[in-house]
C-alpha cells in the first residue's frame, strides 16, 4: 500500500492532479463508470489509474485505507511544469518530453523530497488520528 502513497505523491509533484482526483474516487468505492462521469475523464484513463493503484497494492481494504491519505496528497504543491507535451522541473531545471520520463526522474533524481514527502503525509494522517 505505501507504493500506492507513493506513486499518488509522485503523480501530484507532476501536477497531475486528476490522476489523485480519480484514484479519491476509486479508492471511496465508486465503480470505474461511475468515476469516469464524475471526473469528466475516459475510461480508459480510470482504468489506468486502477491498474497502477492495483500493480502497487492498493486492491480492496488496501485501496479503502488509501484513501484517508488522499487529502493529504492533495496539499501537496506540484515541482513540475507543463508546457503542451514537454515537461519542465522546476528543481533542476531539467526538461522531458513524456511523462513516464518526468515520474522516473522524480523518482531517481529527487528521491529525497518524494520520500520525505511520503512520511510527512503518512505522520500528518497518523497524528490527526490520534488526537
Same mark, same amino acid.
Given at each position: 500500500?505505501?507504493?500506492?502513497?507513493? +506513486?499518488?505523491?509522485?503523480?501530484?509533484?507532476?501536477?497531475?492532479?486528476?490522476?489523485?482526483?480519480?484514484?479519491?474516487?476509486?479508492? #471511496?468505492?465508486? #465503480?470505474?463508470?461511475?468515476?469516469?462521469?464524475?471526473?469528466?475523464?475516459?475510461?480508459?484513463?480510470?482504468?489506468?489509474?486502477?491498474?497502477?493503484?492495483?500493480?502497487?497494492?492498493?486492491?480492496?481494504? /488496501?485501496?479503502? +485505507?488509501?484513501?484517508? /491519505?488522499?487529502?493529504?496528497?492533495?496539499?501537496?504543491?506540484?515541482?513540475?511544469?507543463?508546457?503542451? %507535451? =514537454? +515537461?519542465?522541473?522546476?528543481?533542476?531545471?531539467?526538461?522531458?518530453?513524456?511523462?513516464?520520463?518526468? /515520474?522516473? =526522474?522524480?523518482?531517481?533524481? =529527487?528521491?529525497?523530497?518524494?520520500?520525505?514527502?511520503?512520511?510527512?503525509?503518512?505522520? %500528518?494522517?497518523?497524528?490527526?488520528? /490520534?488526537?
Amino acid at each position: 500500500m505505501i507504493s500506492a502513497l507513493r +506513486y499518488l505523491v509522485v503523480e501530484q509533484l507532476m501536477g497531475r492532479e486528476k490522476v489523485v482526483e480519480v484514484a479519491e474516487m476509486l479508492a #471511496s468505492g465508486l #465503480s470505474p463508470s461511475e468515476v469516469a462521469r464524475a471526473a469528466g475523464v475516459k475510461k480508459n484513463f480510470v482504468r489506468s489509474v486502477s491498474q497502477s493503484l492495483v500493480l502497487r497494492g492498493a486492491r480492496g481494504v /488496501y485501496l479503502s +485505507y488509501l484513501a484517508k /491519505y488522499i487529502p493529504a496528497v492533495k496539499k501537496i504543491r506540484p515541482v513540475v511544469r507543463r508546457d503542451g %507535451f =514537454h +515537461y519542465e522541473c522546476t528543481l533542476c531545471g531539467g526538461r522531458f518530453n513524456g511523462v513516464t520520463s518526468v /515520474y522516473l =526522474h522524480l523518482e531517481n533524481y =529527487h528521491r529525497d523530497l518524494v520520500d520525505g514527502l511520503l512520511i510527512e503525509t503518512v505522520k %500528518f494522517i497518523n497524528s490527526a488520528n /490520534y488526537k
